[in-house]
């Protein structure tokens, strides 16, 4: 049966596909976010989660039976890391307490449970893939570990129930995401395109001869609200991706075609995004000018900094989802058409040409 959802990330790629699914289904969806998108059927709440007092205020007259979690801030260390998004956690939990409302909340994180955090990310000791839930935490300090220990606590406390989820590279529509493959990968093939540059891969050769595998946002939603009115999905926590598996030697082809360019021979060098994008852009912005783009700036399109730590790294990596299928989730989503569908909306929207 539906109900009332506090979405808080409301204007990210998670948080805005959780709201349109949610608002499809039937329910009330307010949406918290420091500024809030325009979304229609959402209810806008303004608030940061790092200020306790003005975020109690903000949604005193908001009553959830769902919570769901999906949004983070970078700081400049793990450690703050760690300090920052522990406490929107917990304050979030005890501004939503005097209600009595909430019924399940969850918390989106994500497969550096497994593979740790950007200061050691896929370095060390990692457990083998495909990563499955019943591998234990790794021994190192992570901000995904500190937010599930908020959550356990606050469940344990108030009695509602909680489910985790842990997407890999999500694919979906957001502007001024910090963490965003989609986008990045549209505007550098435009850029590509529009200087007659070589569509390069900037990854390492074990991304792109390994297997590796992606969670489209639309999907994620499903699993989010699946989890959440499953009795047997209760305070678990689960990995949800798109159900198949790709090769990036396969697949950045695929990327190439859509766009209607060349991509370049692999020789087996890294070349990052974020060198490859430095200087790009001015470029990008005459681009917008000449198109009548609905964003000149490209680095609210573009989180070059990410894409080369997903594609950069020297592990195959791959999601067992078992976990869920036992349990009936069923949803599956081919990638390639995922990536197609995101540039087919970005143009759209005018925010590629």
């Excluded at 999905?233 to 950045?252: E, K, L, P, T």
């Excluded at 000149?296 to 020297?314: F, K, V, Y």
Aim: net charge neutral; hydrophobic share 45%; proline share 6%.
């Amino acid at each position: 049966m539906a109900g009332t959802a506090l979405v808080v990330g409301s204007s990210g790629i998670v948080g805005s596909a959780a709201a349109t699914h949610l608002l499809e289904q039937g329910w009330q969806v307010h949406g918290l976010a420091r500024t809030p998108l325009s979304h229609q059927g959402v209810i806008p709440i303004a608030a940061d989660l790092r200020d306790a007092t003005a975020l109690a205020d903000a949604l005193k007259p908001t009553k959830p039976d769902l919570v769901i979690l999906a949004t983070w801030i970078r700081g400049a260390t793990e450690a703050e890391n760690i300090r920052v998004n522990g406490a929107m956690v917990r304050n979030l939990l005890q501004a939503v307490r005097p209600a009595r409302s909430v019924t399940h909340v969850a918390l989106v994180t994500g497969l550096k449970h497994y593979l740790g955090p950007f200061e050691s990310y896929g370095k060390g000791t990692l457990p083998q893939t495909p990563f499955r839930e019943t591998q234990g935490r790794l021994d190192v300090e992570n901000f995904y570990y500190a937010q599930e220990d908020e959550l356990f606590a606050a469940a344990a406390r108030d009695g509602f129930g909680w489910s985790v989820h842990r997407p890999h590279t999500i694919i979906g529509k957001a502007v001024g995401n910090a963490m965003n493959m989609g986008t990045t990968l549209a505007t550098y093939a435009v850029l590509c395109r529009a200087q007659g540059r070589p569509f390069t891969f900037p990854g390492s050769p074990m991304q792109w001869t390994g297997l590796t595998d992606m969670t489209d946002s639309r999907l994620l939603a499903q699993h989010i609200l699946w989890a959440a009115t499953t009795p047997a999905a209760r305070d678990q926590a689960f990995n949800v991706v798109n159900g198949d598996i790709f090769r990036w030697s396969w697949m950045w082809g695929r990327i190439a075609e859509w766009f209607a360019i060349e991509p370049a021979p692999f020789d087996g060098t890294i070349r990052p995004l974020e060198q490859q994008m430095a200087d790009d852009g001015p470029i990008w912005r005459a681009i917008a000018s000449r198109h009548g783009l609905a964003e000149p700036d490209l680095a609210r399109l573009a989180s070059p900094w990410h894409t080369d730590a997903d594609l950069g790294r020297p592990i195959e990596v791959v999601t067992d989802m078992s976990k869920s299928r036992r349990l009936g989730f069923s949803a599956y989503q081919p990638t390639d058409d995922a990536f197609y569908d995101l540039f087919a909306r970005l143009r759209a929207d005018r925010l590629i040409p």
